[in-house]
């Protein structure tokens, strides 16, 4: 092939994804929250009701807490994440597995694996 004949259009690398696809991908990659409609405060609570954490307008402090309470090895049964309603509801999230997962997440970690328990599947 002689240079006056070659295509040069695609002598540009392409990107390999759309532009959608790389905006999804960096919002993906990106550590996440929990976020409840209508929360005007989040916080963790111990098992015996006191505050874990202090109360922010967003679930990171919370979440912060929790996954420091992991990462150094200290119980976290019995912790929960709760938010106040902007009616003044107290609203309880959610603890256990799933509050250790969404502190990792916020955290850019991957979640725990787990193993089912449980007897064979019957059929």
């Known amino acids: ?58 679930s990171a402090d919370a979440l912060a807490a929790a996954f420091a309470a992991f990462d150094a090895g200290r119980p976290t049964d019995g912790l929960l994440l709760v938010c106040r309603l902007v009616d003044g509801e107290r609203y309880e999230i959610g603890g256990g597995a799933e509050l250790i997962d969404a502190a990792l997440a916020a955290a850019g970690r991957p979640r725990m694996p787990r193993s089912v328990r449980g007897g064979p599947a019957s059929g």
Do not use: C, F, K, Q
Not at 30 to 41: E, K, L, T, W
């Open 1 to 58: 092939m002689t240079p006056s004949t070659r295509n040069t259009a695609h002598s540009r690398p392409a990107s390999s994804e759309s532009p959608r696809a790389e905006a999804l991908r960096a919002r993906l990659a990106r550590p996440s929250i929990v976020a409840v409609d209508d929360a005007g405060a989040y916080w963790l609570e111990d098992p015996a009701g006191r505050r874990a954490s202090p109360e922010s307008p967003s």
